[in-house]
């Protein structure tokens, strides 16, 4: 553990530089905690010998290392709090947010990158068939075809052209509807294989036709939406690096690999080589879980250089996932 001045050294010096990017010398330090130059001096090389800074070049300042970010975050009391524009432009988002859940997750995405000013990531739920029925509708497109439309309890919507055959009625499309909901309504679309009969002939038809579209569901696996990503070209300024951190970005698999096992590791922020990717060693990442329902259904994140501003991301990830877990649990 460090002394409590050591400390204070090490924090202004973080803070420092994620505000300038550039090496911090004991002349910007010593005024800010009201200890000479030379003391500054001698706790930083100290702090250096220790793992918690180092410096780049003889007789430049110093800047942290990956040890020095990570206490940086450990000391930190809080996830802080967004600016009063911020929380206005979170809370105006999910008023304002309808539509499908694919689309959402994309917007939602996009909102993170803008608050943090970095890439931000959402993992949506996984493969449909593990949610529940919430409605069903059967609606006409016209002769002999109609439309099968389902909301889940994840926020999704799934949707089936089905044939229904030639001159079916408002009436028995209804009746299907009924129907359906009642065999349906609750249960999870993986087990959806076949519904009681309902003593009609053509209502039976058109939910047998409804229940094959839904046996044709094919495999998915989580989908990942990333909003920002032109934003890494403003974190680094080797052209290579940027090339391999969008390189990641484009492996959805890899993604939601990394941001699972993070939280698999009981962290909420991984700092360079925590990651588990050498691409990704001079990156930081901010995740958190999102719920449907009480249930966790997938994960946020932001991803930025190991300089980011801890705070504002966690602060930012923390009130989105919130808001997330409460519109899509809402409906």
């Known amino acids: 553990m460090l002394d409590e001045r050591k400390a204070i050294i090490l924090r202004a010096v973080v803070e420092e530089y994620i505000e300038t990017a550039q090496p911090v010398g004991s002349g910007h330090i010593a005024p800010a905690i009201s200890v000479s130059s030379a003391t500054v001096r001698n706790d930083m090389v100290a702090l250096e010998q220790e793992g918690y800074l180092q410096q780049p070049h003889t007789s430049a300042g110093r800047v942290p290392t990956e040890k020095g970010y990570r206490y940086f975050v450990d000391s930190l009391t809080g996830p802080g709090q967004l600016r009063a524009a911020q929380a206005q432009q979170v809370r105006t988002f999910f008023d304002k947010a309808h539509g499908e859940l694919e689309q959402m ?85 993986s087990g959806v294989d076949a519904v009681a009969s309902s003593g009609d002939r053509r209502t039976d038809a058109i939910t047998a036709a409804a229940v094959a579209a839904l046996q044709q569901t094919p495999d998915i696996d ?20 940027v090339r391999e951190v969008l390189g990641i970005l484009e492996q959805q698999y890899v993604v939601v690999t990394v941001l699972r096992d993070v939280l698999d590791r009981g962290l909420q922020v991984a700092i360079g080589s925590e990651t588990g990717l ?54």
């Not at 989580?222 to 690096?241: P, Q, T």
């Not at 932001?302 to 919130?322: D, E, F, H, I, W």
């Open 105 to 189: 997750l994309h917007d939602t995405s996009r909102l993170l990158s803008d608050l943090t000013e970095h890439t931000a990531m959402v993992i949506g739920p996984p493969h449909e068939a593990a949610a529940t029925v919430r409605s069903v509708q059967v609606v006409g497109l016209g002769p002999g075809a109609a439309l099968l439309v389902i909301v889940l309890s994840n926020g999704g919507v799934e949707k089936r052209s089905i044939e229904v055959g030639p001159d079916i009625a408002d009436g028995p499309l209804a009746a299907a509807t009924a129907h359906l909901a009642a065999q349906l309504v609750g249960r999870a679309l």
């Open 222 to 241: 989580e989908h990942v939406f990333v909003g920002g990503a032109s934003r890494m070209a403003l974190a680094f300024d080797a052209v290579e690096k």
């Open 278 to 331: 050498e691409t990704l060693a001079e990156c930081s990442l901010v995740v958190s879980p999102y719920e449907i329902e009480g249930e966790v259904a997938g994960t946020i994140g932001v991803l930025g250089p190991t300089r980011m501003n801890y705070p504002q991301a966690l602060a930012a990830v923390a009130v989105v996932s919130k808001r997330l877990s409460r519109h899509l649990t809402e409906g």
